[in-house]
């Protein structure tokens, strides 16, 4: 969905592809990022409605990938060129269908490990650095969340590598049918399943807390009774 995305707002851009690659100002090889929510590892956090914008985005990617960029675009618009004179035609029930578990999968990976890593590591705060310092739940757990956002960080490109080897390819659809609102309702709907989907699965440390809590609970009475 990257080169849909990129169809109608790098325009400006793509004859600055040709050139070679250019160096921001004080910087050096800026190298792609990755994070954990709905933006992939190249996709950009702000539309690409202005050549700033553009600009910032194609510095962000490797030589290799803007060679692969730019042949897409050139493909994308020739395609689209072509099916101007066309009737354009909604997209089948099963294209929706793909369109939505081809967004969901990946989500279900990342909602999965910002919960489960949010509730392990605020659990474990809460328990060792909570205690110390008095914290209180609620601290502990946005603390935990930190965890969770500095762990995605990581791991995030390692989730869509292996969503990629599940062998689902970009859907197939025509540059009009991409636009239709029937296959964005489907991508926006697609993620929001995912990431709900993994975000419950990602509750299963809750499973043990109980334990944890009991054990905390019989250690603290020993030593009570011990002391008195």
Not at 12 to 25: C, G, N, S, T, Y
Not at 59 to 69: F, I, V
Not at 169 to 190: E, I, N
Not at 211 to 226: L, M, R, V, Y
Request: glycine share 8%; aromatic share 6%; proline share 7%.
């Amino acid at each position: 969905m990257l080169k849909l995305c990129l169809q109608r707002a790098l325009p400006p851009a793509v004859h600055k592809l040709k050139q070679p690659p250019q160096r921001l100002p004080g910087g050096g090889r800026h190298t792609p990022s990755c994070w954990m929510g709905t933006h992939g590892r190249n996709e950009p956090r702000e539309p690409l409605n202005s050549p700033k914008r553009a600009k910032e985005f194609i510095y962000r990617l490797h030589p290799s990938e803007r060679t692969c960029l730019l042949k897409e675009l050139q493909s994308f618009e020739s395609m689209a060129i072509a099916q101007e004179t066309l009737e354009p035609s909604p997209p089948t029930a099963a294209q929706i269908r793909y369109v939505l578990f081809h967004n969901a999968i990946p989500f279900v990976g990342f909602g999965f490990l910002d919960n489960a890593i949010m509730i392990a590591a605020g659990t474990q705060i809460e328990l060792s650095i909570g205690v110390t310092l008095g914290i209180s739940t609620m601290a502990a757990a946005a603390l935990g969340n930190l965890v969770s956002d500095l762990a995605g960080l990581g791991l995030a490109g390692y989730v869509e590598a292996l969503a990629s080897r599940l062998g689902m390819q970009v859907p197939d659809l025509t540059p009009k049918q991409a636009d239709m609102w029937q296959t964005r309702l489907s991508s926006h709907m697609g993620k929001a399943i995912g990431v709900s989907i993994g975000c419950i699965l990602g509750m299963f440390p809750l499973l043990f807390l109980d334990d944890e809590k009991e054990k905390e609970a019989q250690t603290c009475s020993e030593a009570a009774s011990h002391s008195s």
